[in-house]
């Protein structure tokens, strides 16, 4: 028993310095890392103001089309409505690597920055989700807060971005964080269109070394570690929010 360990232990050992150790093999998984926290950051950027966008418009259209007198601006809501019910349809609807594929060999053909398609492509699916987030936090705000609002002489996008706004966005942030997360391990498919990112060096040290086990137990084990940590953050600022509440 005790030699079958053994040899089992020398055996990893010799696995993982194929895998890390030799020719720096180890530098994929770092040079994808970076690439994969840089596409989810600016992706969650990009995300947030899609989806803030598209929160407003909708919900307005929800609240305020029917008591609007008929006009210019009624039309143009009802366009932006329709133009937003459009993208969540088609976003939420299609898988995220067949849009990924369309944008890199279809719209950014011409285009060498994988990171930059992998942010735009993330953040443009993103966006779709952000935006139901925000909106159930602008239609959770009591109506009373609206007419607070004009009642201290604000106008109806004054009251959206002094009074609304922050407590919707108090009320999503822990849903917010949590799309954080879930865009994290979203973009291990970035690799499909060659885009260097965690996945993708794991899978470049497979192919070099021949070696399956050691690359993809350590990209888990990396994936697991930054999502464990976020969620621990995340954890945190619901206890905080919970907190201020009271």
């Not at 360990?5 to 970076?34: M, P, V």
């Not at 990009?46 to 029917?66: D, E, F, L």
């Not at 279809?106 to 993330?122: M, Q, T």
Request: charged share 15%.
């Amino acid at each position: 028993m005790a030699e079958a360990l053994q040899s089992l232990w020398t055996e990893l050992a010799a696995d993982f310095h194929t895998c890390f150790i030799e020719k720096n093999r180890w530098k994929y998984l770092t040079s994808g890392l970076g690439n994969t926290l840089l596409i989810t950051f600016f992706a969650l950027l990009m995300g947030v103001v899609i989806g803030v966008v598209i929160a407003i418009v909708r919900s307005t259209y929800a609240k305020n089309y029917k008591e609007m007198k008929p006009g210019f601006g009624k039309k143009c809501l009802a366009v932006a409505n329709w133009f937003g019910g459009v993208y969540l349809t088609v976003i939420r609807g299609t898988p995220v690597v067949v849009q990924l594929m369309i944008i890199y060999y279809c719209i950014f053909v011409s285009s060498n920055n994988g990171v930059l398609i992998g942010a735009v492509s993330f953040g443009i699916n993103s966006g779709a989700y952000v935006a139901e987030i925000f909106r159930s936090g602008i239609m959770s705000i009591d109506n009373g807060q609206f007419e607070a609002g004009r009642s201290l002489g604000f106008n109806y996008v004054q009251t959206l971005r002094y009074i609304v706004l922050p407590q919707a966005f108090k009320n999503v942030l822990p849903s917010l964080a949590n799309e954080f997360i879930v865009l994290l391990k979203e973009t291990s498919v970035a690799g499909y269109v060659a885009v260097r990112d965690l996945t993708k060096g794991g899978d470049i040290i497979r192919g070099a070394t021949y070696q399956t086990f050691m690359p993809l137990l350590a990209v888990a084990a990396i994936y697991l570690a930054m999502v464990m940590f976020f969620t621990h953050l995340v954890n945190i600022l619901e206890r905080r929010l919970r907190a201020g509440e009271r």
